[in-house]
């Protein structure tokens, strides 16, 4: 059965959000570092600065990473993945695989993490400092942002750090 929760701030519920993302992030490396064995995988990386507007495709793997007023924008994708972060004066990191698509942005020391893996669609978006993260993998949908978070379908994950806010469909 699916589950969906939002919730408000408490410090019980921060310290579970806490422990979810590490999970979602544990979860994520685990794949990124699994998929790098892979003999048919192209992977790219983009990374702003140093490059203004760094786009990069191998394969049928590509990325897009574009910074300004001092943030920075990091993006990866590997075998059909796609992933594209802009920053502008926060940090704003993606990676995708195979399908997926990961998309993040950032305003005013924000940062914003968006992870697309095996034909999901992620999507993180802040600003005013705030920290979000978004998790999708196969057939699901993630959506954090400043104003709340969203998920759909199985394998999906959504946290803003600072509102507490997250949902979860397992």
Do not use: Y
Not at 17 to 33: E, F, Q
Not at 78 to 89: K, L, P, Q
Not at 103 to 112: E, I, M, P
Not at 125 to 153: F, I, Q, Y
């Amino acid at each position: 059965m699916f589950r969906s929760r939002s919730v408000s701030s408490s410090p019980r519920r921060l310290a579970r959000t806490g422990m979810s993302i590490a999970a979602g992030l544990a979860v994520v490396g685990g794949l990124a570092v699994a998929g790098t064995g892979v003999a048919s995988a192209t992977r790219v990386d983009c990374v702003s600065p140093p490059i203004a507007n760094d786009i990069r495709v191998d394969g049928q793997a590509s990325c897009g990473a574009t910074a300004t007023l001092g943030g920075v924008a990091n993006s990866g994708a590997i075998d059909s993945g796609t992933a594209v972060s802009v920053a502008n004066g926060g940090t704003a990191n993606t990676f995708a695989t195979g399908f997926g698509v990961a998309l993040s942005t950032s305003k005013v020391a924000g940062q914003a993490n968006a992870f697309a893996i095996g034909g999901g669609i992620a999507h993180a978006r802040t600003d005013n400092g705030n920290v979000t993260l978004a998790l999708a993998g196969w057939g699901s949908g993630a959506t954090a942002e400043s104003g709340g978070v969203n998920c759909v379908g199985p394998l999906s994950f959504a946290v803003n750090v600072n509102t507490g806010a997250f949902c979860l469909i397992r």
